[in-house]
């Protein structure tokens, strides 16, 4: 599932606010202690630079956790946080690590190696986390992350945050659907996660949430879209037949990576058009 820039926004605005207060269960896998507290931490400058996460640990040092959910490089944002964070705690200690929450598979070269400069940090894909972790914490904003972790029942864990969820007041209750759901997205389960609300009677109207509306309309217009390109390109493809018979691998191949415009212009040449690359050609 590709990410774009609006949805990650959604993403990281979402686990932010789970992490409002320090995941303890998730620091004790990461980094074998718990935390004391959360450190504010903002560097000034022309474009405004704020690590995700930052905390005080048990045994004094700080850690510093990013959150990912692009496969993309993040080597130097690492780097530079490195930097100013010590710069600002040069008494403590610093381990940093990405934490990936994405769906594609990702795995990085976590550092920098260059003449006179050796870097380092961790990796860690939520995955690798076993969902009980996280459901055995007694935070909710915990629980709610082990839907990016790694289920040996998608299902049953599901239903259990739901049942969670529903003992909250209205409000609340709200909040951690809509958050649940944001965060299922990048699993592929949102449906899943809606019609278990559904059946355990949970107020959950997608179409008066302000944060899911969008979402979902953008999502159905993605299918309808979808929905036309394949009727499309099925229809050419028995035109096809009809006029040159059977077609070989690499038309159909062709055709089923065609977008929509491309798809409708060779519908067009093929009561004209004397063979069947001609009809394939690339549209000028």
């Known amino acids: 599932m590709e990410i774009d820039d609006k949805n990650r926004s959604q993403y990281d605005t979402t686990l932010k606010d789970l992490f409002k207060q320090p995941p303890q269960r998730l620091l004790q896998v990461l980094f074998g202690q718990q935390a004391v507290g959360s450190l504010p931490v903002e560097f000034a400058s022309t474009q405004k630079r704020v690590p995700d996460l930052v905390f005080l640990m048990e045994d004094g040092s700080l850690t510093h956790i990013e959150l990912h959910s692009k496969s993309e490089a993040v080597s130097w944002r690492m780097l530079m946080y490195h930097v100013l964070i010590r710069q600002q705690y040069p008494d403590k200690s610093l381990s940093q690590k990405v934490l990936y929450?994405?769906?594609?598979?990702?795995?990085?070269?976590?550092?920098?190696?260059?003449?006179?400069?050796?870097?380092?940090?961790?990796?860690?894909?939520?995955?690798?986390?076993?969902?009980?972790?996280?459901?055995?914490?007694?935070?909710?904003?915990?629980?709610?992350?082990?839907?990016?972790?790694?289920?040996?029942?998608?299902?049953?864990?599901?239903?259990?945050?739901?049942?969670?969820?529903?003992?909250?007041?209205?409000?609340?209750?709200?909040?951690?659907?809509?958050?649940?759901?944001?965060?299922?997205?990048?699993?592929?389960?949102?449906?899943?996660?809606?019609?278990?609300?559904?059946?355990?009677?949970?107020?959950?109207?997608?179409?008066?949430?302000?944060?899911?509306?969008?979402?979902?309309?953008?999502?159905r217009m993605d299918g309808e879209q979808k929905g036309r390109q394949e009727g499309k390109a099925d229809a050419l493809i028995r035109q096809l037949q009809h006029r040159f018979g059977d077609l070989p691998p690499w038309s159909s191949q062709k055709i089923a990576d065609a977008d929509l415009a491309t798809l409708e212009k060779w519908s067009l040449r093929i009561l004209d058009a004397p063979t069947l690359e001609s009809v394939l050609a690339d549209p000028s």
């Open 101 to 219: 929450v994405g769906d594609a598979k990702w795995r990085p070269q976590a550092g920098i190696e260059e003449d006179r400069l050796s870097f380092r940090y961790d990796v860690v894909d939520i995955r690798d986390i076993d969902c009980q972790e996280l459901m055995a914490s007694p935070l909710l904003e915990e629980n709610i992350l082990a839907i990016l972790c790694r289920m040996a029942d998608e299902r049953g864990t599901i239903q259990e945050l739901l049942y969670r969820i529903s003992e909250l007041p209205d409000k609340a209750r709200a909040d951690a659907l809509t958050k649940l759901v944001i965060l299922s997205r990048l699993r592929r389960l949102e449906t899943v996660v809606k019609k278990e609300a559904e059946k355990m009677a949970l107020t959950f109207n997608v179409m008066e949430n302000d944060v899911l509306r969008p979402l979902f309309l953008q999502e």
